[in-house]
Nanobody, 122 residues
Framework: QVQLVESGGGLVQAGGSLRLSCAASGRTFSRYVMGWFRQAPGKEREFVAAASWSGTSTSYADSVKGRFTISRDNAKNTVYLQMNSLKPEDTAVYYC???????????????WGQGTQVAVSS
């Protein structure tokens, strides 16, 4: 129904930047809320950011406000996460996900990508 593939992860130094991309395929991509989540080893998956279908409404975790920006290009079926001023605490596997409703809970998202690793060195 909806397939998501993340890319853009890698190893960066603290203070650096990365832009993650999530390419989507399947029906009615533009009508899904798109979110980014992350999971560090031994920890639960946590919400990072979300964007409404139009991209005009966004939500961010307090830990990334002012540093990360979520955006989407429905014409390209792609959602992005621009990450600036990266910290070692941002190290995690990052997942994009699609939901049929506005929510920041991981359980509300129906489709998930495979994840992309982000590692930030001190």
């Amino acid at each position: 129904q909806v397939q998501l593939v993340e890319s853009g992860g890698g190893l960066v130094q603290a203070g650096g930047s990365l832009r993650l991309s999530c390419a989507a395929s399947g029906r009615t991509f533009s009508r899904y809320v798109m979110g980014w989540f992350r999971q560090a080893p031994g920890k639960e998956r946590e919400f990072v950011a979300a964007a409404s279908w139009s991209g005009t409404s966004t939500s961010y975790a307090d830990s990334v406000k002012g540093r990360f920006t979520i955006s989407r290009d429905n014409a390209k079926n792609t959602v992005y996460l621009q990450m600036n001023s990266l910290k070692p605490e941002d190290t995690a596997v990052y997942y994009c996900a699609a939901s049929t409703e506005w929510n920041i809970l991981a359980t509300s998202y129906d489709y998930w990508g495979q994840g992309t690793q982000v590692a930030v060195s001190s």
